[in-house]
Structure formats: structure tokens, C-alpha cells
């Protein structure tokens, strides 16, 4: 089983930037974030796959924010920018050893605290 840690949350005023990571306990194949705010379900942000580095984003932050990472420390990272407040929420990181669908909260097993993100 792998741990995952995140970071790096906290408040910013709207047009602001963010940057988030999350460190895993050891290697996966896919890792990811993905938010809930208050009263409505969890939805994928963006992922990225170990191998190769895929990445796939939700609809709502395409050309705002860009996940990466570095294999060798099995750290995933979220760089947001031109927050608004609907991106406000929880935002969790998630891991898996594989999945069908990468954008599919549910397919993912490993799943950190949060870190939590508000935008006014």
C-alpha cells in the first residue's frame, strides 16, 4: 500500500496562483488530484502517468493548471493559476497501480488527507 502526503494548499484572492504537491510512499503508475467542495462530490482535477507522463485535465481547469512531476522522488505537482472561487474546496491527491479510465475518481485505491484551498 502507498501513502500519499499533499501540501501547499492555503487562500488566495481570485486571479491568484497556488502550487500544490504530494509525495508518495512509494511508485505507482498513475497519480492525481481531485476536489470536493462543500456539498457536492468529489471531481478529478488533472493526472498524470509515472511512465511516459500523460496528462489529462478536467474541462474546468484546462490552460489554468498543469500537473507534473518528479519520478525519482514520487512527487506529484499541481500548479494552479487564475484561481477562481468555484476552485475552491479539498483538493486530494490519489494513486493507483493502474486504471481504465484516468480521470475516473473511483478506479483510484490510494487516496491523501487533503489540503484545502480557498479563493475569494
Known amino acids: 500500500h502507498v501513502q500519499l502526503v499533499e501540501s501547499g494548499g492555503g487562500s488566495v484572492q481570485a486571479g491568484g496562483s497556488l502550487y500544490l504537491s504530494c509525495v508518495a510512499s512509494?511508485?505507482?503508475?498513475?497519480m492525481g488530484w481531485f476536489r470536493q467542495a462543500p456539498g457536492q462530490e468529489r471531481g478529478a482535477v488533472a493526472t498524470?502517468?509515472?511512465?511516459?507522463?500523460?496528462?489529462y485535465y478536467a474541462d474546468s481547469v484546462k490552460g489554468r493548471f498543469t500537473v507534473s512531476q518528479d519520478t525519482a522522488k514520487n512527487t506529484v505537482f499541481l500548479q494552479m493559476n487564475n484561481l477562481n472561487p468555484e476552485d475552491s474546496g479539498t483538493y486530494f491527491c490519489?494513486?493507483?497501480?493502474?486504471?481504465?479510465?484516468?480521470?475516473?475518481?473511483?478506479?483510484?485505491?490510494?487516496w491523501g488527507k487533503g489540503t484545502q484551498v480557498t479563493v475569494s
Open positions: 490519489a494513486a493507483n497501480y493502474w486504471v481504465r479510465s484516468p480521470l475516473g475518481q473511483s478506479q483510484y485505491s490510494y
Open positions: 512509494g511508485y505507482t503508475y498513475i
Open positions: 498524470i502517468y509515472t511512465y511516459g507522463g500523460d496528462t
